[in-house]
């Protein structure tokens, strides 16, 4: 065998700690898949004096992580977190010194993978990241890698298992979004401050890594169009069912004669098709890779065993000596991309909250036909004349502009309550 691979570890929280387990209690099988000894020599985190779930008092320990760029590693592991602070600095650091880099970090590459990149093939290193989207899925890979062949169309992907857990739990107990969302954080299935699961932070940053991989543009948070699912009622979730269709909140990128659309959205997913039926914390991906065909991944998008597995396949590469550019193009490659994602044609779900008073469906319908919004089906269950009632269409393909458009003039009116809701139809 040929020389160790010297390995620092830096962020010993779930997925830290399952990655200093798995390379200490699995280290005669890792080392013999990898061709070579994977051997922890250092780890960084603040408190020495925490119990851990392995004995790590033979390593070297920094408490400031940051130091371990400079200790006598071959690879630094980033499992800190944050796009900022220490683990921007510790990235930053080990790359300059010729380290290798594997991370978990979304975050951190959505907002500076391109000049990560730029500084990773100047050293000659790998930043290797397959556990920073969708856990233990080999999606980075396979795109990077694997489906390269007839390029890619398209990719839509269930990237958030908090978001998908509160769905299925909205779906399946008819209760509201912030009751699930309670008991989901009593659970601990959802963070004590839950805003960049529910927003569509977190999937529009493993959005831009994955169009990044699929489409060679540089990771671009400001050109993905991004929102969360807060908006989405009980209703939503029962109307949808009735038209078939069951709500996700996607990742989506595809190519368009209008440039590339990148949109993170709840959307409606015909039932019975492979993402309707992800279910619970699951993430999965459906990638369409032209000739080749589409190719469906599914499995667990968090957690320690999933994610500790996806950066030990990182270290592995990397002890092979597989390199190759982050994004499986050279940096300077990739394109920058226009402004604003291009307008999108699609179906729409609209529900409106109305008052039940003559002359209120007459009002949205002439709204819509002046947009040039064509109306496909409807639904009203009316209660008492004058209480709040819900109307819900669904509309033919058309402009997303054009139904936002129509949206903002029926918004304004004193018989419309609230904000309507729209919700694109996403094709099979
Ligand atoms: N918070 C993420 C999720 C996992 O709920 O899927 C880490 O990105």
Same mark, same amino acid.
């Given at each position: 065998?040929?020389?160790?691979?010297?390995?620092?570890?830096?962020?010993?929280?779930?997925?830290?700690?399952?990655?200093?387990?798995?390379?200490?209690?699995?280290?005669?099988?890792?080392?013999?898949?990898?061709?070579?000894?994977?051997?922890?020599?250092?780890?960084?985190?603040?408190?020495?004096?925490?119990?851990?779930?392995?004995?790590?008092?033979?390593?070297?320990?920094?408490?400031?992580?940051?130091?371990?760029?400079?200790?006598?590693?071959?690879?630094?592991?980033?499992?800190?977190?944050?796009?900022?602070?220490?683990?921007?600095?510790?990235?930053?650091?080990?790359?300059?010194?010729?380290?290798?880099?594997?991370?978990?970090?979304?975050?951190?590459?959505?907002?500076?993978?391109?000049?990560?990149?730029?500084?990773?093939?100047?050293?000659?290193?790998?930043?290797?990241?397959?556990?920073?989207?969708?856990?233990?899925?080999?999606?980075?890979?396979?795109?990077?890698?694997?489906?390269?062949?007839?390029?890619?169309?398209?990719?839509?992907?269930?990237?958030?298992?908090?978001?998908?857990?509160?769905?299925?739990?909205?779906?399946?107990?008819?209760?509201?979004?912030?009751?699930?969302?309670?008991?989901?954080?009593?659970?601990?299935?959802?963070?004590?401050?839950?805003?960049?699961?529910?927003?569509?932070?977190?999937?529009?940053?493993?959005?831009?890594?994955?169009?990044?991989?699929?489409?060679?543009?540089?990771?671009?948070?400001?050109?993905?169009?991004?929102?969360?699912?807060?908006?989405?009622?009980?209703?939503?979730?029962?109307?949808?069912?009735?038209?078939?269709?069951?709500?996700?909140?996607?990742?989506?990128?595809?190519?368009?004669?209008?440039?590339?659309?990148?949109?993170?959205?709840?959307?409606?997913?015909?039932?019975?098709?492979?993402?309707?039926?992800?279910?619970?914390?699951?993430?999965?991906?459906?990638?369409? *890779?032209?000739?080749?065909? @589409?190719?469906?991944?599914?499995?667990? &998008? !968090? =957690? /320690? %065993? $999933?994610?500790?597995?996806?950066?030990?396949?990182?270290?592995?590469?990397?002890?092979?000596?597989?390199?190759? *550019?982050?994004?499986?193009? @050279?940096?300077?490659?990739?394109?920058? &991309? !226009? =402004? /604003? %994602? $291009?307008?999108?044609?699609?179906?729409?779900?609209?529900?409106?909250?109305?008052?039940?008073?003559?002359?209120?469906?007459?009002?949205?319908?002439?709204?819509?036909?002046?947009?040039?919004?064509?109306? /496909?089906?409807?639904?009203?269950?009316?209660?008492?004349?004058?209480?709040?009632?819900?109307?819900?269409?669904?509309?033919?393909?058309?402009?997303?502009?054009?139904?936002?458009?129509?949206?903002?003039?029926?918004?304004?009116?004193?018989?419309?309550?609230?904000?309507?809701?729209?919700?694109?139809?996403?094709?099979?």
């Amino acid at each position: 065998m040929s020389q160790p691979l010297k390995i620092a570890l830096a962020g010993l929280g779930t997925v830290g700690g399952g990655v200093a387990k798995l390379l200490l209690s699995r280290k005669e099988e890792l080392s013999a898949r990898a061709g070579r000894a994977l051997e922890l020599v250092a780890v960084g985190a603040r408190d020495r004096t925490k119990p851990r779930a392995v004995d790590l008092s033979s390593l070297t320990w920094f408490g400031d992580a940051v130091a371990l760029a400079s200790c006598d590693a071959d690879v630094v592991i980033e499992l800190i977190g944050g796009e900022e602070g220490p683990a921007r600095r510790l990235v930053e650091a080990a790359l300059r010194a010729g380290r290798h880099v594997v991370t978990a970090n979304k975050a951190l590459l959505a907002h500076h993978g391109l000049e990560l990149a730029q500084i990773a093939e100047r050293q000659n290193v790998s930043l290797r990241f397959e556990a920073a989207v969708a856990g233990g899925i080999p999606i980075v890979k396979a795109l990077r890698e694997s489906l390269i062949a007839y390029g890619i169309n398209a990719v839509r992907g269930i990237l958030n298992g908090t978001c998908n857990y509160i769905l299925t739990q909205m779906e399946a107990s008819g209760k509201s979004f912030a009751e699930v969302l309670r008991e989901a954080q009593s659970l601990g299935y959802a963070e004590a401050d839950p805003s960049l699961d529910i927003g569509g932070g977190d999937t529009a940053h493993k959005l831009a890594l994955l169009s990044a991989l699929a489409f060679g543009v540089a990771p671009r948070l400001g050109q993905i169009h991004t929102e969360g699912i807060a908006h989405i009622t009980p209703d939503d979730i029962r109307f949808a069912r009735e038209f078939g269709f069951r709500i996700k909140l996607l990742g989506m990128a595809r190519q368009t004669a209008n440039g590339l659309d990148q949109r993170v959205q709840p959307a409606m997913v015909r039932a019975g098709t492979p993402l309707a039926d992800v279910e619970g914390p699951f993430n999965a991906i459906l990638a369409d *890779a032209g000739e080749a065909g @589409p190719f469906f991944f599914e499995g667990r &998008g !968090a =957690g /320690e %065993a $999933p994610t500790a597995s996806a950066v030990i396949a990182d270290l592995v590469d990397i002890a092979r000596g597989t390199h190759g *550019a982050p994004f499986g193009r @050279p940096a300077a490659d990739l394109k920058s &991309g !226009a =402004g /604003e %994602a $291009p307008d999108r044609v699609s179906a729409y779900y609209l529900r409106f909250e109305v008052l039940d008073l003559p002359g209120v469906l007459a009002e949205i319908a002439g709204r819509l036909a002046e947009a040039e919004v064509s109306i /496909e089906s409807m639904i009203q269950r009316g209660r008492s004349p004058g209480e709040p009632v819900a109307i819900v269409m669904i509309t033919h393909e058309c402009a997303q502009s054009r139904v936002t458009d129509a949206l903002k003039v029926i918004a304004t009116s004193d018989k419309v309550l609230g904000s309507p809701c729209m919700i694109p139809m996403e094709a099979a």
